[in-house]
């Protein structure tokens, strides 16, 4: 599905999880940018918002905490009164200075070592996923790709390594499984609950023998001269179990799609590995997995002319500010020699996404892994996306991989 530049922009509801599925939305992102980059927008259900789809004003609401708050939940659609309960508690829903305070509780435990041991895991887990990949010969890569970012988020908080297939379910589970309306189904709140369940458990074992972990590190850590609350730890586990999962997740499959969709780029990559860091934000900036985020207006202010009354929300929404075509060269093409890219992926000002640099990581294993083994990449579905307006994602993308000879082999074997 499509939206042609002729549909009246100003008929379309932005916020329609139909439409972020379809990836429908891009010619009335354009039609923003041009007329009313900051719009007011009132949905059929009432709810109504401020509408960010240029680059500039997205990076002005990202930095300034002090006008545009998180506090009061971070995206559309969420449960005022979860918001309120996680408000200065959970790390994304808190603003400066306490922010800070929890953000280098949780950075404490990214010690050298930790970094080392990640990267080992990730190496280890990536070729692993390939493995799996070619045996299955057309393969559902979401399924596969969920692997990467839950084991290394798994490694990083302290789960043990035989509970991290349990992990993997569940986290599919809680974070993938959605209503027609968008919304977490029966089956993925169980999933939560039974994730949340495991980690109260590894706080109790953290607090009687702590290790070299994040749980710890909450465990240990201090707020305003007190210790973190069991709630409290929960709250960042959880914060950082779905935004460690998501974005890795689905940059990693709409990246494997945008290759085989652009077998340019893909030999370009196989040719010059130099290519891959960039290649990497490119993906980032294309795939955009954060459809939107939600702030506040704490206090009366303008905004690229536009009066925002305080208690008024402000959406950002990432897929427009990342093909803005007064900071993005020829926006609307996929290329992984872009430079600079300044993409706002990972969000912006204090609550750059604290695990941006772990997942770039990731994704830099990941395809270096798959242009050094895989020769071509090829679709042969089905492809569906998540019903989302907050996720831009896959629900399934069976893909196939052709594995690259051997090095020393003119024949095109399987890798073992």
Not at 55 to 65: G, K, M, N, Q, T
Not at 397 to 403: D, G, Q, R, S
Request: hydrophobic share 40%; with cysteine; proline share 6%.
């Amino acid at each position: 599905m499509t939206t042609p530049d002729l549909v009246d922009p100003t008929a379309v509801d932005v916020a329609d999880p139909l439409l972020h599925r379809d990836d429908a939305l891009h010619p009335v992102w354009r039609w923003m940018r041009r007329n009313d980059p900051v719009r007011w927008t009132v949905r059929s259900n009432e709810d109504s918002f401020w509408s960010v789809t240029a680059h500039a004003d997205a990076v002005r609401v990202l930095r300034d905490s002090r006008t545009f708050s998180s506090e009061r939940g971070i995206r559309l659609g969420g449960d005022p009164l979860a918001a309120a309960a996680a408000a200065r508690k959970m790390l994304i829903v808190t603003d400066p200075p306490r922010h800070g305070d929890i953000r280098r509780i949780i950075g404490s435990a990214f010690t050298a070592r930790t970094v080392q041991r990640l990267e080992q895991n990730m190496r280890e887990t990536v070729t692993a996923c390939l493995d799996q990949a070619f045996e299955q010969g057309a393969a559902d890569v979401v399924q596969i790709a969920a692997r990467l970012p839950v084991s290394v988020i798994c490694d990083l908080l302290g789960v043990p390594r035989e509970d991290w297939d349990f992990m993997v379910n569940r986290t599919t589970v809680a974070f993938g499984a959605v209503d027609d309306h968008g919304s977490p189904t029966a089956d993925a709140a169980e999933a939560h609950a039974e994730i949340l369940l495991y980690y109260l458990e590894l706080v109790k074992q953290r607090r009687r023998s702590p290790r070299e972990d994040v749980v710890t590190a909450l465990v240990q850590g201090e707020v305003d001269g007190r210790p973190l609350t069991d709630e409290e730890i929960l709250l960042n586990c959880d914060g950082l179990i779905s935004g460690g999962n998501e974005t890795t997740r689905h940059a990693a499959v709409g990246g494997l799609l945008a290759l085989a969709a652009h077998p340019d780029q893909w030999q370009a990559l196989r040719d010059d590995p130099a290519i891959l860091s960039s290649a990497v934000e490119e993906i980032l900036r294309w795939t955009t997995p954060g459809a939107h985020t939600l702030r506040t207006a704490v206090r009366d202010t303008e905004l690229a002319g536009r009066p925002i009354e305080a208690g008024q929300s402000v959406v950002v929404w990432g897929a427009s500010v990342n093909r803005d075509e007064s900071v993005f060269e020829e926006p609307d093409t996929f290329r992984l020699d872009r430079k600079p890219n300044r993409h706002l992926t990972f969000g912006h000002g204090a609550h750059y996404c604290l695990g941006g640099a772990l997942a770039t990581s990731e994704l830099r294993v990941l395809f270096g892994e798959v242009a050094r083994r895989v020769a071509a990449v090829g679709v042969p579905g089905p492809v569906r996306r998540v019903r989302s307006n907050h996720i831009a994602g896959f629900e399934e993308a069976v893909v196939v991989l052709e594995p690259a000879p051997v090095a020393g082999t003119t024949g095109g074997g399987r890798h073992g």
